[in-house]
């Protein structure tokens, strides 16, 4: 397994300067992941350098962009990219994961013990339902990184956002440019292109009701 050292080098492009609590933190977070990734598919990349730097660095990029605060939706975790990979920026960070699959869910719930998590909720619901169910929730913000239909996420999530609240996502610069097609209630900030990412993005959408 990689070391402090090795995990400071590898995110060095993304310029986080995390504490050696909080990459601590990513070691243990990084482990559960390299082996449960042998038992069930969580992720098609297996080299844990790899992860560090195409999993970690790029979802706690948003961390250099904004100051989460409050509580977060994230869409679609898959294995809590990014949405619980950003506790480590933001520990104090109220979450709720959404993830319809029942074994990435036992992963997650995992990973938020081991690394001491509090206030996760992983959720089997998609967006929809969670908006549905849920009715005006005032999230403060929302993230998905592997969505594909960012037109009904990005629709569905005013839903569940309060007035302020920030739609972030990790879209390649192509999709990025149609968002602000969706809804005039989004207003986009302009990208933030991520490290090592080729055409990968953050863009990061502020929620104003009319």
């Given amino acids: 397994m990689l070391d402090e050292a090795t995990i400071r080098d590898l995110l060095r492009p993304f310029d986080l300067g995390l504490s050696s609590s909080q990459v601590g933190t990513l070691l243990a977070y990084l482990d559960l ?6 038992k069930i598919n969580l992720t098609s990349i297996r080299s844990p350098e790899q992860a560090v730097t195409r999993h970690f660095g790029e979802s706690l ?11 977060l939706l994230d869409v679609g975790s898959g294995a ?3 949405g619980l990979a950003l506790r480590i920026a933001f520990p ?15 992963f997650l719930k995992e990973v938020a013990r081991t ?16 908006a549905r169910l849920n009715p005006n929730p005032g999230l403060d913000s929302l993230t ?3 969505v594909g239909d960012h037109r009904s996420l990005v629709l569905e999530g ?5 007035p302020g609240g920030r739609v972030c996502l990790w879209v390649g610069h192509e999709q990025g440019k149609l968002l602000g097609a ?29």
């Fill in 61 to 71: 990029f948003l961390a250099r962009r904004v100051q989460l605060v409050g509580n």
């Fill in 158 to 162: 005013t839903k569940v956002l309060r």
């Fill in 33 to 38: 992941l390299m082996r449960w990734n042998k």
């Fill in 92 to 106: 104090e960070l109220q979450t709720t994961l959404l993830e319809p699959v029942a074994k990435k869910r036992a």
């Fill in 182 to 210: 969706y809804t005039n209630q989004v207003h986009w900030e302009e990208p933030a292109k991520i490290p090592m990412g080729l055409e990968r993005e953050i863009w990061i959408g502020n929620y104003r009701p009319m």
């Fill in 115 to 130: 690394c001491g998590f509090a206030s996760v909720d992983v959720r089997p619901e998609r967006l929809e339902d969670f």
């Fill in 80 to 82: 809590g990219f990014p």
């Fill in 144 to 146: 998905a990184r592997a």
